[in-house]
């Protein structure tokens, strides 16, 4: 193959050493190379040992002769560079001629681009990671095999969440990072939209983690849950938009949507808000805020939750001015931390009621899949595989779909998902007639 890579990979961040692995049994597999590439060098080395296939390069990816070269000298990309990056390499990927795979949202930026992608006879392949990922193809799997048996899907909710392992699950937050510690402080911002019971509700900021409902999984228990973003438009996409109920929810502990909830009321994930944080210690940058909004956390379970994060800690920021935000995150990744040898843990549940002759039946799919230690977390495995096989099946010429797409094909999901089970990432399904009601 001379000096081409087969495969580019942009981004070796936490949520790439899975997919740095498999890239590299992969390309040892076929004869194959690849190219990591991030600003930092050394973190990509430290993930790639000796491989005699994969290679290690640094750059900005603002330059963009260094960009176009890199992937001039591929067959398919993989960006894992945080979304908003994503627009520079799909610029380079169009006008050079590469396909092009992320795990991120399909944004506006990357739609324009539609009518190029397919003139081009390139496959844009957007949302293929876990959540969004491995919930629409494992969702529409199930949908498409009902629909072919001549059964009407009447509910329809999906759950998924990053977890931290029971083993490892010891703050009064449940919760530890896996994943950018920016899209936790980010999420739910946007408020949410979805289907219950044929009433459309659209639920503002404030309202998204108040009174979580909760759902109990097989082999894990009862968990919170808090709708993401806008459920409605993937309705449209699955082919579900007529339907009585639809939804897409994160998971979580319940005690940290109680918490969390708290946090949005005093204001404390604000952008826009700065402050003077040389005199200023965490503790008294929380209590002054909890005072303004004269917020109640006496409860003793937010107590704790407080305490941990240092409520009545006199340890200075002294980062001169920042906002609210800024330095909640700052507070968070300190004390949210995956230790060593901590594990994480996914959890994805969908459950579907449908008609079929007449009979009332439901069907739960629960996902669990534990990470290995801190390095090679669920996170990781379920991001990053599903952009691996892609890649993997792009090359093969087994993956001919062109233009920009989300998994919801299944020339894309079923391949896809039978890579996965090889890799010990596979769903259990209970299916049964429901009770009349």
């Not at 590469?98 to 992608?117: F, G, N, P, Q, W």
């Not at 490892?168 to 936790?184: A, D, E, L």
């Not at 979580?252 to 949005?264: A, D, E, M």
Request: charged share 25%; aromatic share 8%.
């Amino acid at each position: 193959m001379g000096n081409t890579d087969q495969i580019l990979l942009f981004g070796a961040g936490k949520s790439a050493s899975v997919l740095i692995h498999y890239l590299n049994k992969i390309c040892a597999q076929n004869q194959w190379y690849c190219t990591i590439v991030d600003l930092d060098e050394r973190l990509v080395l430290s993930k790639i040992g000796d491989s005699a296939y994969l290679k290690a390069k640094s750059i900005s990816i603002e330059d963009e002769f260094e960009r176009n070269s890199l992937i001039t000298n591929t067959k398919v990309v993989i960006s894992l560079l945080p979304p908003h990056l994503h627009i520079l390499v799909a610029k380079s990927c169009l006008s050079i001629g590469r396909h092009l795979l992320t795990a991120s949202y399909v944004d506006d930026s990357i739609k324009s681009m539609e009518k190029e992608i397919a003139a081009k006879g390139l496959l844009f392949l957007g949302e293929m990671g876990l959540d969004p990922g491995i919930d629409h193809m494992s969702a529409m799997q199930i949908i498409n095999g009902i629909k072919r048996e001549g059964g009407v899907i009447n509910s329809f909710k999906s759950h998924c969440g990053g977890l931290i392992a029971p083993e490892s699950n010891n703050n009064p937050w449940q919760y530890k990072f896996t994943w950018n510690p920016r899209n936790i402080i980010t999420a739910g911002k946007a408020g949410a939209i979805y289907k219950k019971d044929h009433t459309v509700i659209n639920k503002h900021y404030t309202e998204i983690f108040k009174d979580c409902e909760t759902v109990d999984i097989p082999e894990v228990g009862k968990l919170a849950y808090y709708p993401n973003r806008d459920s409605n438009s993937y309705a449209i996409l699955y082919g579900l938009e007529n339907i009585a109920t639809f939804f897409r929810t994160t998971l979580r502990y319940p005690n940290f949507c109680l918490g969390w909830q708290k946090i949005i009321e005093a204001n404390l994930t604000a952008d826009d808000q700065y402050i003077d944080t040389d005199d200023l210690s965490f503790g008294r940058f929380l209590r002054d805020q909890f005072a303004a909004k004269k917020i109640d956390i006496s409860s003793p379970i937010i107590e704790q939750q407080f305490e941990f994060l240092g409520l009545y800690s006199n340890r200075s920021i002294h980062e001169g001015k920042r906002s609210y935000a800024a330095i909640l995150q700052e507070l968070l990744e300190e004390k949210w931390k995956l230790e060593q040898g901590d594990k994480d843990m996914i959890v994805m549940f969908h459950e579907i009621d449908y008609t079929l002759k007449n009979i009332n039946y439901e069907v739960k799919s629960s996902l669990i899949v534990k990470g290995d230690d801190d390095i090679n977390t669920a996170m990781a495995k379920t991001v990053g595989l599903p952009l691996g096989i892609a890649a993997k099946l792009i090359v093969e010429n087994k993956m001919m779909e062109r233009g920009l797409h989300i998994p919801i094909l299944a020339s894309i999901y079923e391949p896809v998902l039978l890579e996965l089970e090889k890799e010990g990432i596979r769903f259990d399904e209970i299916r049964k007639m429901r009770d009349e009601r």
